[in-house]
């Protein structure tokens, strides 16, 4: 049986019924690492507090760490430029 890696299906997210169930985090620095055909996004906050002048360095901890295919991360670079065009459009 042969694979059909070009098929397409609607996908319906689900949503807990109380939205702030949801963990959330605010990322001030996204990291990105690629491993063979993973993609790893490291969600980071940024410790203003704990620059380093000697350094020139700041602490940014990650907070957590998101995991996707070559292919999806194709998804997203397209979904980003949409969305990043649209409220630039907006902002006009």
């Known amino acids: 049986m042969s694979e059909d890696t070009n098929l397409m299906v609607q996908l319906d997210v689900m949503y807990p019924a109380n939205i702030g169930d949801l963990k959330s985090i605010y990322a001030s620095h996204i990291g990105v690492l690629a491993?063979?055909?993973e993609i790893f996004l490291?969600?980071?906050q940024v410790q203003p507090q704990t620059f380093n002048a000697e350094k020139k360095s700041v602490v940014a901890t990650v907070?957590?760490?998101?995991?996707?295919?070559?292919e999806h991360?194709?998804?997203l670079?397209?979904?980003?430029?949409?969305?990043?065009?649209?409220?630039?459009?907006?902002k006009k």
């Open 63 to 70: 907070a957590q760490r998101t995991i996707i295919s070559h």
């Open 42 to 44: 490291d969600a980071c």
């Open 35 to 37: 491993s063979g055909e």
């Open 77 to 90: 670079i397209g979904v980003l430029l949409q969305v990043v065009s649209q409220l630039d459009e907006k």
């Open 73 to 75: 991360a194709r998804r």
